[in-house]
């Protein structure tokens, strides 16, 4: 089986290059080599959205990917934010304060059995990331939320506490609310 | 009391089993005919029209055909349906070739009179589709009376002598009621049927509506089997229907008898029941693609192996289709396989238990250079290749997405 090498920054730190067999998904890699285990596989077949990281664009933008559809190759040289990278953590890797996306779903207990959270979570920080660039009007917020978030499955909680969670943290966060149109 | 008998006797000339009323029957070639497909809106009533229809003059808006008397088709008699529905006359002056009359002009009497009888038992509807959002002059709705004496070739359908009674029938499935070649046959400058190329494949709406000629569906790998499924399910072997096509499965051809899709399938495949490769051609040749191709393979197993498979084998059809062998990858024109990797497909449900996966698209990942790499790959590994697809090639079908819309700008 031909191995690539592969290197990738993940949650801001320098990964590799290691020797990874090609065929590897991206979420096997994270879970294998670099055992983070807050990647969760649901469908494996990319519908569920349970396995979303975000993935940093050239302009910085993030962009929720799919991690059980793609393999390593991917991203190579990309910079990948997994869940552990959410809160902010000292240099011991202690957490020191989730994010504010993070501590909405705790506060509205957005999740039960937690499999589909990861995948909130980061798609959630996504679409704040993204209405700190283009603001949108009060009008427009649910159907933003819906658009980001409307694709992940989640089997327990009913999405009405996910939604909840979500615009409290675009409603109380400045800049992400135009006035007007 | 006479056209009863009659529509009893094409009834059963179609091959049906038992009597239908004219309604029932009327209700089948609608469906036939796919009607609900172009006169819904996504999440309307059926049959009330207001579909928006991107054309280059301009938007046209799908009208309503429940017999509300304001807004439908309400005052229409039979006479004026015929004229409608054969020769785009409608009460209120002649209607857009969008609506197909140059495929149903071939419908025959007894049919149109089902398809009113039909028709005029529907619930009426009140509701006025938006304004048509037409550029000049193609706004000008005497024009069309012109149009029609220049492009609208109104030769009936001769039987064709030699064919047996099967493909006979299914020559007015393809080209009268299901009109296929509304999609399939390319278009002139005027957006006029090139008759001459009937059914040789045209662009549209961002997707290659394929050539669905005998020798083409050939060279796809279609054969009697694994077209009938596709017609029933969506998707078999060689691959699955997107865009339009999936609507036209799900709305109309799965809904049909199997003696009609049987009969639709010896037209199109008019005596090439062969499957290409069975015919000892062989499909392809991974060793040398990866040797010629490394870029092309290496993006392969990095974004498309996971769910297409190592070898390009699939998951399941439902999930990701083979690719080895597949009918978009070894048909000639390069097209669609480009535009899946540019723009990706959306998720499809056929039925509660028929549904299929979405794939990303990768518009804002993969240069022109690489996509015309990974495409020469999969059709020379698993394809039939017939030349290479150029970087330019690949920039033009990435600007006309663009262009309208169907893909986001250049990151
Ligand atoms: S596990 Fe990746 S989308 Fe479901
Ligand atoms: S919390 Fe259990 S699947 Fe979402």
């Known amino acids: 089986m031909a191995k690539i090498p592969v290197s990738m920054v993940v949650n801001g730190e320098r990964v590799g290059p290691v020797q990874v067999d090609e065929y590897t998904t991206l979420l096997d890699f994270l879970q294998e080599y670099l055992n983070l285990t807050g990647t969760k596989l649901g469908c494996g077949i990319g519908v569920c959205r349970a396995c979303t990281i975000l993935v940093e664009g050239n302009d910085g933008a993030l962009e929720p990917v799919r991690s059980c559809i793609n393999n390593v190759g991917r991203f190579n040289g990309s910079s990948v934010t997994t869940v552990e990278g959410q809160a902010q953590r000292n240099s011991n890797g202690e957490v020191l304060a989730l994010s504010p996306v993070q501590q909405a779903f705790l506060r509205n207990f957005s999740f039960q059995c937690g499999w589909c959270t990861a995948g909130f979570v980061n798609a959630a920080t996504a679409l704040i990331d993204d209405l700190r660039r283009r603001p949108v009007s009060a009008g427009k917020v649910e159907q933003v939320i819906e658009e980001a978030l409307g694709e992940h499955i989640c089997r327990c909680t009913g999405y009405v506490r996910y939604f909840r969670a979500v615009r409290e943290v675009i409603e109380s966060t400045p800049g992400l609310v135009k006035e007007a149109d | ?411």
């Open chain 2, 1 to 411: 009391m006479g056209r009863i008998i009659l529509l009893l006797l094409s009834v059963l000339s179609a091959g049906f089993s038992g009597a239908q009323t004219p309604i029932e029957t009327g209700r089948y070639l609608a469906t036939a005919a796919d009607c609900v497909a172009c006169h819904t809106s996504s999440n309307g009533r059926p049959f009330v029209g207001g579909r928006p229809f991107h054309t280059p003059f301009g938007i046209l808006y799908s009208t309503n055909i429940t017999p509300d008397k304001k807004t439908g088709i309400g005052h229409y008699t039979l006479q004026d349906f015929a004229a409608s529905m054969r020769r785009g006359v409608g009460l209120h002056g002649n209607l857009y070739p969008a609506m197909p009359y140059t495929s149903y002009y071939r419908i025959t009497d007894d049919d149109i009179a089902a398809l009113y009888a039909y028709f005029m038992q529907l619930p009426a509807v009140e509701y006025v589709a938006p304004k048509n959002d037409l550029l000049f002059p193609a706004n000008l709705r005497f024009g069309l009376k012109a149009w029609n004496l220049a492009f609208f070739d109104r030769q009936p359908v001769s039987e064709i002598a030699g064919k047996s009674p099967e493909w006979q029938r299914g020559n007015y499935l393809v080209n009268a009621l299901g009109h296929c070649g509304e999609c399939h046959t390319p278009r002139n400058f005027a957006f006029a049927l090139k008759r001459d190329e009937s059914l040789a494949g045209n662009v549209l709406e961002g997707w290659d509506a394929v050539d669905i000629r005998p020798q083409a569906l050939q060279r796809q790998g279609w054969d009697r089997a694994s077209l009938r499924e596709l017609f029933r399910s969506g998707a078999s072997e060689p691959g699955a229907a997107f865009g339009e096509m999936f609507r036209v499965v799900k709305h109309s051809l799965s809904h049909l008898s199997d003696s009609d899709l049987d009969a639709m399938i010896t037209y199109l495949l008019d005596g090439n029941e062969t499957a290409a490769e069975a015919s000892g051609d062989v499909g392809g040749n991974p060793g040398s693609a990866a040797d010629n191709y490394p870029e092309g393979r290496g993006d392969f197993v990095a974004y498309c192996a996971a769910c297409h498979g190592r070898e390009g084998t699939g998951t399941t059809i439902a999930f990701a289709p083979a690719m080895d062998r597949n009918a978009g990858v070894r048909g000639e024109n390069p097209y669609n396989t480009i535009a899946v990797i540019l723009r990706g497909l959306p998720a499809q449900r056929m039925s509660r238990t028929n549904a299929r996966a979405g794939m990303p698209g990768f518009a804002s990942e993969l240069s022109d250079a690489r996509v015309a790499g990974l495409v020469n790959f999969m059709r020379t590994a698993w394809g039939d290749p017939g030349g290479e697809v150029t970087e330019d090639q690949v920039a033009k079908i990435r600007e006309d997405l663009r262009k309208h819309g169907f893909i986001g700008e250049k990151k």
